[in-house]
């Protein structure tokens, strides 16, 4: 359960937001400091299962063949074949990447896919997450569509989602401290390597959290 504060936080957050007529995401900024981004290993470079969901749909396309490919299509915004990606010229490759939250692909198929769509998938951070032949691929599925990625490449602030406005305050809260709790844990001097934390809503003010 998060600390009261971030719930008091994200209540203000919420409170703030000006009335518009779509629901609007809500975001966390972190600032972090004393650490050398331009040194690869010092980046966040991470994958969080958000325990409330993201409240955004997440686009997920299976990149598998055989029974795995037919299992995916019970779970996935689309299926391709090793063909289909093969086929792909780069106007409509860079087109699905952008519309694409993440990829899944049989291990077997990652050389393939490196090949075909490497340099159009790599820059995105947007690789396929391997699937071994004992992995559940609607299981999955089903695990990637409440994660977020947290990547900070060489710049102090970076963003990510944490849910949307229509969301109760303390789900939106219990998100929030899964990835403050994952960079405490990761970040070289935990919570010293953060400066500040801020939420809003994707027109709404910031609000202070940490």
């Known amino acids: 359960m998060a600390d009261s504060d971030i719930e008091t936080a994200v209540d203000r957050a919420l409170e703030d937001a000006p009335d518009r007529n779509f629901t609007e995401t809500v975001d966390l900024a972190i600032n972090l400091r004393d650490l050398d981004l331009n040194e690869p290993s010092n980046r966040v470079d991470e994958s969080v299962v958000l325990p409330s969901g993201t ?33 792909l010229d780069d106007d409509d490759a860079k087109d699905m990447a952008d519309e694409t939250d ?8 990652m050389q393939d896919i490196a090949r075909h769509l490497g340099t159009i998938l790599g820059p995105r951070g947007k690789m396929p997450d391997p699937l071994s032949p004992d992995d559940d691929v609607v299981e999955t599925v089903n695990r990637l569509k409440n994660t977020v990625q947290l990547r900070s490449g060489d710049r ?11 969301m109760d305050a303390e789900d939106i809260a219990d998100n929030i401290d899964v990835i403050l709790r994952r960079l405490h844990a990761d970040l070289e001097k935990g919570p010293q390597n953060i400066d500040a934390v801020y939420i809003k809503t994707t027109m709404g003010p910031s609000v202070e959290v940490a």
């Open 55 to 87: 409240g955004q749909e997440t686009r997920i396309v299976v990149i598998a063949e055989g029974e795995t490919g037919v299992r995916a299509e019970e779970a996935a915004d689309e299926v391709l074949s090793v063909d289909d990606v093969a086929d």
């Open 102 to 109: 993440f990829f899944i692909a049989e291990e077997a198929m």
């Open 156 to 166: 102090r602030t970076f963003h990510t989602l944490v849910g949307a406005e229509d």
